[in-house]
């Protein structure tokens, strides 16, 4: 399966700034999604990244707030922006390999976790 | 719209317990089932999946059988270790290239 590199693994940020998190994959991948958990919840998902084409945003996610890019088939970044406490979360990148395997395979990055003090 | 449901932790056992943790979905079409296990501080790694009725995924001594008549994909282990420790996601996807649907997560702690 597909492995990713994804960050930074963690940080502490100060309210009002922007973090971007990397999410760079070991193979060309057609889809790859970002995802939010917030504290002692499930995943949610913000969007999905599209190479070639803006990303496709899930209710409540807004590109002014969750700026994403997709420049290749490997790599997405996703920025946080106007950062404040509530953002505090684990972002996650995900990409699915049914492109590659032919199999439906959902691999995750091992996360960022974002304080916002 | 797709939708998991799963049963609500957290789940306490004994080491060597017998472990069920209830999951069923609802979709239109087919979806592939998964189960994801988050271990404290890390990411989400795919435990099993399934991906057509009848289906048992299988892994570390996991098992979950797709089961379409009832929609479920009720996670098992026989016996579980304090190393099984962790939150279990449920989860449904439709067809490759789409999103997967989560459940809320079940926490499980095995003691000794």
């Known amino acids: 399966s597909a492995v990713i590199s994804q960050k930074p693994s963690r940080d502490i940020c100060q309210r009002g700034t922007s973090l971007t998190i990397q999410c760079q994959v070991d193979?060309?991948?057609?889809?790859m999604f970002w995802y939010r958990q917030q504290p002692g919840q499930s995943l949610t998902l913000i969007a999905t990244?599209?190479?070639?084409?803006?990303?496709?945003?899930e209710s409540g996610f807004v590109i002014d707030k969750f700026p994403i890019s997709r420049p290749n088939l490997t790599f997405s970044t996703l920025t946080v922006s106007n950062m404040s406490p509530e953002d505090s979360s684990i972002y996650l990148c995900?990409?699915?390999?049914?492109?590659?395997?032919?199999?439906?395979?959902?691999?995750f990055g091992s996360g960022t976790r974002l304080t916002v003090v | 719209g797709n939708s998991v449901t799963q049963m609500e932790g957290p789940v306490t056992l004994s080491e060597e317990a017998f472990l069920t943790i209830n999951c069923t979905y609802t979709?239109?079409?087919?979806?592939?089932l998964f189960w994801y296990v988050q271990y404290p501080g890390e990411g989400l790694q795919l435990l099993l999946k399934?991906?057509?009725?009848?289906d048992k995924g299988s892994n570390k001594g996991f098992e979950a059988t797709y089961r379409k008549e009832t929609t479920s994909f009720h996670l098992e282990k026989g016996s579980v270790q304090v190393s099984d420790s962790a939150v279990y996601f449920c989860?449904?996807?439709?067809?490759?290239?789409?999103?997967?649907?989560f459940g809320t997560g079940t926490q499980l702690k095995v003691e000794l």
């Open positions: 979709a239109t079409g087919y979806p592939s």
């Open positions: 989860a449904s996807a439709t067809g490759g290239g789409n999103k997967l649907t």
């Open positions: 990244a599209n190479q070639g084409s803006e990303a496709t945003y």
């Open positions: 193979s060309q991948v057609t889809m």
């Open positions: 399934a991906t057509k009725a009848d």
């Open positions: 995900s990409v699915d390999e049914a492109g590659v395997s032919k199999d439906y395979g959902y691999t």
